[in-house]
């Protein structure tokens, strides 16, 4: 078995931590990959993608990587999806996915995490942040045993909300809310690089010691939250809002 996992502020490498753990799987981080740009290799194994969740669907750069790579046919692919709340119809739009690669969808299953997309939501206070993670624990526990089992994950129930959420809002969400041109950085910032180092597209440079962006954002949260001195602001929608990190092992 082998872990692949994509993660802005935390939650995503937490949960594949917890899982490779339990399951003594090696991981691979696709910031690294996205980063330095490099080939990868992908193992004749089991694959566990663990994700954030975008707007109800599997990260559109998580899928055209995927699309770009050489898998094994018939190869056995899970998902993992942190999300805030749900991922809707996500599953469909991976069975999809898997079916043009030519590999085996095991499934998709949510693992509710803190809500980080500060642009449009509010990060749960601390206290609230560590009950969530302790019933992701849980959740994680149940992953594995499917993992162990070699099962499919369980079918989650449609409706026509999730329908909705996967389809058109995601549509609509990538085409007219996901740019970076809002992003502004106030006078407490000190130059010291973190946005830049964070950033897993490279889209973040700093010119004359404070950060720009460049166009190709995918709205992971990584600049903003993770600033030591919370100097980035995205238009006056986070404003005065906690910036949410999960660190922990």
Known sequence: MFIIHYSGTGNSAYVAKQISKKMGAETLSLNEVFRKNVPVSIP??????????????????????????????????????????????????????????????????????????????????????????????????????????????PERPVNLRDKIFSGITNSLFFSFIVKDKQFFVKDSCVGCGVCEEVCPMKNVALVDGKPTWNGNCTHCMACICRCPQEAIEYGKSTRNKRRYVMDGE
């Open 44 to 153: 004749d194994d089991t694959l566990v993608f663990v994700t954030p969740t975008y707007c109800w669907r599997l990260p559109r750069v998580v899928s055209s990587w995927m699309e770009r790579q050489h898998f094994h046919k018939g190869q056995k692919v899970y998902f993992v999806m942190t999300c805030g709340d749900d991922f809707g119809n996500a599953e469909k739009y991976l069975n999809e996915l898997c079916s043009r690669i030519g590999v085996e969808c095991m499934g998709g299953i949510e693992v509710v995490m803190p809500e980080n997309y500060i642009t449009m939501f509010t990060a749960p206070s601390v206290e609230l942040s560590r009950t969530i993670v302790e019933c992701a624990d849980l959740a994680v526990m149940e992953v594995c045993q499917y993992l162990e089992r070699g099962e499919h994950f």
